[in-house]
Nanobody, 124 residues
């Protein structure tokens, strides 16, 4: 089992920044892929940013240039730096992880470990 704990959510005004953190209970070497997903009000869960064990990253078009995913292997932690936040970024943000290779990293069904989520609210 891999336990994930998110932190860093909160309420900010449009244009502000937040940094989310996800601490894993296992070494980063034991997870092939980690990602941040979000679910806004009345919306389905969507992949926001993905980082592979080798450090390669992928972003949703809606956050490119504004969000940055990174990892600190020594701390078993993945971060999501969110800048220039918009009201449409308001959502519950979830950290996800999977041990082995997956075909579609943007698909939530590929991940078998999830955190409890942290709320991000952006006001206009």
């Amino acid at each position: 089992q891999v336990q994930l704990m998110e932190s860093g959510g909160g309420s900010v005004q449009a244009g502000g920044s937040l940094r989310l953190s996800c601490i894993a209970s296992t070494s980063r070497e034991n997870t092939y892929c980690m990602a941040w997903f979000r679910r806004g009000p009345g919306q389905t869960r969507e992949a926001v940013a993905i980082i592979n064990r080798d450090g390669s990253t992928t972003y949703a078009d809606s956050v490119k240039g504004r969000f940055t995913i990174s990892q600190d292997n020594a701390k078993n932690t993945v971060y999501l730096q969110m800048n220039s936040l918009k009201p449409e970024d308001t959502a519950m943000y979830y950290c996800a992880a999977v041990r082995g290779w997956i075909k579609n990293p943007a698909a939530s069904y590929e991940y078998n470990y999830w955190g409890q989520g942290t709320q991000v609210t952006v006001s206009s």
